[in-house]
């Protein structure tokens, strides 16, 4: 981490630090948890190659934290290829409802030491525990192309396949960083951030996140989805263009 870094993590740190004394001299108001995000807006331009987002807070006490990232939802078909005389095939085809495009995790410690398998699948920590709307067929063949889902998922960078690690700076101050990767997809997210204290949810809080894309790239792709046909007819013409004038130019060579 570079020092500019540093000192800007402790800057944060200390004002979560800060806010939690303060709302403690209120008792009414007091919270076991704080969070915060180093930035709500991830602006995707041209050149892109990914960026990372700090989470920190701070707790009333000694505890756990466990983080997720859940990007926007949607449905998604997973088709099964079967080889037909020489020829691949989609034979059959699932589709799962409310499928988060994007998932990670972090936490201080492993999450199965943390919490019950009952309250991790309630809450939703971890890929197999992921919630999601089950198309109405036999369970071992829906779980079958779930699996599959989840594994191109992961395959596509959009799934984390470890957990990352959330640090503490004392008893209080916490703090993580969030990768997201260059193919991350646009739309709102959700950051969910959880105090646990022997084996119970003490606390949690929710933080909303924004990826978007911006310039020349974002209307290119609001006019692709808002005037699809449109769109659809300026790229053949484009493409039509591109050959004539390719075809122009070798032939004079």
């Not at 990232?69 to 449905?75: A, E, K, T």
């Not at 004392?170 to 703090?175: A, D, E, H, I, K």
């Not at 949690?204 to 290119?220: C, D, F, H, R």
């Amino acid at each position: 981490m570079s020092p500019a870094l540093r000192v800007r993590t402790a800057a944060l740190l200390l004002m979560a630090l800060f806010a939690l004394g303060g709302s403690q001299a209120r008792p009414a108001l007091a919270a076991p948890l704080i969070a915060d995000l180093s930035n709500h807006l991830i602006a995707i331009t041209t050149g892109f190659a990914g960026t990372d987002v700090l989470m920190f807070g701070a707790t009333d006490g000694p505890g756990d934290i466990i983080v997720t990232v859940r990007g926007p939802l949607s449905d998604v078909s997973v088709r099964r290829k079967e080889r037909v005389a020489g020829i691949w095939v989609n034979r059959d085809t699932l589709t799962f409802g409310l499928v988060p495009s994007f998932y990670a995790v972090a936490s201080s410690r492993p999450v199965e030491e943390l919490l019950s398998p009952e309250l991790l699948q309630r809450q939703q920590v971890g890929p197999n525990n992921i919630a999601v709307i089950r198309p109405d067929s036999k369970p071992t063949k829906v779980e079958a192309f779930r699996q599959a889902l989840f594994k191109v998922k992961e395959e596509q960078g959009l799934y984390a396949t470890t957990l990352g690690r959330v640090s503490f700076l004392g008893n209080q101050l916490f703090r993580t960083e969030l990768r997201f990767p260059s193919n991350v997809p646009i739309g709102n997210y959700l950051v969910e951030v959880m105090l646990i204290r022997d084996g119970k949810l003490v606390s949690a809080q929710t933080t909303p996140l924004v990826i978007s894309k911006t310039g020349v790239g974002a209307e290119l792709y609001q006019f692709a989805h808002t005037q699809s046909l449109a769109y659809g007819v300026c790229a053949i013409l484009a493409a039509l263009l591109l050959g004539w004038f390719a075809y122009l130019i070798f032939r004079k060579i």
